[in-house]
């Protein structure tokens, strides 16, 4: 019989989820199919009660129910405890596990950039949402010694910094004293929405102090390249594009609900396709 999966959120008409997913399980001959489930906020415990009921074999959780799906599964893997949300729901035997690959996803799409010298790098995150929380936790857990975080709201950014794992020092900072500090940072990480498609222009602060050589990422995937990054590129640094974060947590997704690391590069080539 055929496995069902899907991703649950809202919205949900645009996740290039089910491509990538729907591509792997043919690649390697698995009888399944991934769909698109638009879930709204108040019937979120439903939806989790019917991919227990309809046996649907796993889930991805997006926008913007991933802390609201915890509380109504069984069990929570200590990444997803850690990150306080869920991006998959593996159905074990009528059991619904939760993880978070977001973080470790970012983590596996820097690696070819940094190479092994990851731990001693100077971080900043710009924004202090969801994303920040997951990469700063998952940055923490790597073993990262010192990561700061700016953001518009400045307690947001002190409140992740205080609930991360234990062993990364971090200071909580506006914009605008980042922008001062930004040539003693290694590793540089946009989490914000400014940049998204359809408004394509932002960026939210200035690069004017960067050093070249520096290496920025932005996980936003749509654009490829954001205006922070083409801003990056042209002050000579090292840019990051958001796809490699989107293509390694649902490889890591995949793995959880197969136990199959699917072929990244292909994944990768569908989403480029795509977004032309
Ligand atoms: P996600 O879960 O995807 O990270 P989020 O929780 O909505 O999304 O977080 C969005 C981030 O983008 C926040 O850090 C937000 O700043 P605030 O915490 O001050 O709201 C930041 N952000 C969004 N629009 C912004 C803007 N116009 N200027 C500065 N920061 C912005």
Redesign the pocket.
């Known amino acids: 019989m055929e496995e069902l999966y899907g991703i649950i959120g809202c919205p949900v008409g645009h996740s290039m989820s089910p491509d990538i997913h729907n591509q792997a399980f043919k690649a390697l001959g698995i009888k399944a199919s991934y769909h698109r489930f638009h879930v709204e906020k108040s019937s979120i415990k439903a939806a989790v009660e019917g991919i227990r009921a309809l046996g649907i074999k796993g889930a991805n959780v997006t926008?913007p129910h991933?802390e609201a799906v915890l509380e109504f599964l069984d069990e929570t893997d200590p990444s997803a405890r850690a990150m306080g949300a869920v991006n998959t729901i593996v159905n074990r035997d009528g059991r619904l596990i939760g993880y978070n690959t977001d973080g470790p996803g970012y983590i596996e799409s820097i690696k070819p950039f940094t190479g092994s010298n990851l731990k001693d790098l100077k971080c900043l995150i710009i924004?202090?949402?969801?994303?920040?929380r997951g990469i700063y936790s998952a940055l923490a857990l790597e073993g990262i010694k010192e990561a700061d975080i700016a953001?518009?709201?400045i307690e947001?950014a002190a409140l992740i910094i205080k609930e991360s794992p234990a062993g990364t020092k971090g200071t909580a900072l506006t914009?605008t004293e980042a922008e001062a500090r930004l040539s003693g940072y290694d590793l540089i990480i946009q989490?914000?929405?400014?940049g998204m498609s359809p408004n394509v222009n932002?960026q939210?602060l200035s690069l004017e102090k960067v050093r070249s050589g520096t290496l920025v990422s932005d996980i936003i995937y749509n654009p490829m390249k954001t205006a922070f990054l083409k801003d990056a590129e042209h002050r000579g640094c090292r840019i990051i594009p958001g796809i490699g974060m989107f293509v390694y947590q649902a490889a890591l997704s995949f793995r959880h609900w197969t136990g199959v690391l699917p072929d990244i590069r292909m994944m990768e080539e569908t989403v480029k396709k795509k977004l032309g």
């Open positions: 926008i991933k924004g202090a949402g969801g994303a920040a953001n518009r709201t947001k914009l989490t914000t929405s400014i932002g939210p």
